[in-house]
């Protein structure tokens, strides 16, 4: 049986609340608090995905790519594509900055899920990902991915 | 208005004043030395000449901004927009006579130019994916051994 969901917003509500209401303590009760817990106390929370009107929440690691077509944010995982509702600069301000770069005005993608970059004789740079797919960067966002593939090397240079 | 729509502006209007610099430049030894020289229709046509070339050739350089747009499209489409400019305007005012051997020598110097153009950023491009594909292995290392002492606990 799955739960009626109500959502309230107001100007009076400044903290979001979430009240669960059954009858008893069942196991959908405790999946729901565990799934309401993962999202608010994870640093990096999971990101709710839309399709054929179900909604799931994809873990950050799963994430290939996050791009925007025909005017809506979608993104990429390796068990398919799902859209997500919210706009590509929220949705980057969620994610782990380890991982996770921009490409392009359209996309952000995880280099964990990189398979190599390559340059076509025309002058473009392709990225392929582990699924096989592909997509393609922006110059101009070139220097930023090199910033990022070498950050970490900051942070071992700091803790020694 | 757009980023690039303002960049279009800004670099047109930039390009428009550093072209009739430039005209008044190739000009510069009539207007200074030439006693007999008189400002004249000819004259303004040539200046406003001047600045529309630098309206392709500045203005025109957004092109580079388009993202999607390889090197090789950006390049070849500059080429086409600065060289279909300096060719009506020229023949309007009767700089260029096309069939005559300089006809053929500008588009040759024109077409090296913007080769060399391509070419320079080709290799500034390869030679950047070579570095990223040398930084994402270290980096995948990295993640590796990172998931590896989360798994084992540390």
Redesign the interface.
């Known amino acids: 049986m799955s739960p009626d969901i109500r959502v309230e917003i107001g100007p009076e509500f400044k903290k979001p609340s979430v009240i669960i209401r059954a009858d008893h303590k069942s196991l959908l009760v405790e999946n729901i608090i565990k799934a309401v817990e993962e999202c608010i106390d994870e640093k990096y929370p999971k990101i709710a995905g839309f399709r054929e009107g179900g909604i799931v929440l994809v873990n950050q690691a799963d994430l290939i790519r996050v791009y925007t077509e025909n005017r809506k944010v979608m993104m990429a995982t390796e068990s398919g594509g799902y859209e997500i509702r919210r706009s590509l600069q929220d949705i980057e301000e969620l994610l782990d900055e380890s ?1 996770f770069v921009r490409i ?3 996309e952000i993608i995880n ?2 899920k ?1 398979c ?10 392709r990225v392929t990902f582990t699924d096989g797919s592909d997509t ?1 960067v ?3 966002y ?1 220097k930023s ?2 910033q990022k ?2 950050d ?1 090397k900051k942070g071992d240079n700091d803790d020694e | 208005m757009n980023e690039i729509t303002k960049k279009f502006i800004k670099y047109s209007l930039i390009g428009f004043v550093s072209g009739i610099v430039v005209g008044i430049l190739f000009t510069a030894h009539d207007i200074f030395f030439n006693p007999e020289y008189q400002f004249g229709t000819w004259d303004m046509v040539y200046y406003l000449f001047s600045g529309l070339l630098g309206v392709a050739g500045m203005g025109g350089s957004v092109i580079y ?1 388009f ?2 747009w ?5 390049t070849l489409t500059h080429f086409l927009l600065t060289m279909i400019t300096f060719y009506l305007f020229g023949s309007w005012v009767g700089f260029i006579k096309f069939g005559e051997i300089s006809f053929w020598i500008s588009t040759a110097c024109e077409a090296t130019a913007y080769f060399i153009i ?1 070419l320079v ?2 290799l500034r ?2 030679k ?2 070579r ?3 040398e ?2 292995e ?3 290392t ?2 590796r051994d990172i998931d590896k002492k989360e798994e084992d606990g540390e």
Do not use: P
């Not at chain 1, 190599?116 to 740079?125: E, K, N």
């Not at chain 2, 390889?70 to 950006?74: A, E, F, M, P, R």
């Open positions: 991982y392009s005005r359209f280099l964990k990189v190599d970059f390559d340059f076509g004789i025309s002058g473009t740079i393609w922006a110059r101009r070139v991915i090199h593939l070498t970490y | 901004q993202e999607s390889s090197i090789l499209k950006c391509w950023q080709y491009g390869r950047d994916v570095k990223m594909n930084e994402l270290q980096f995948k990295h993640c």
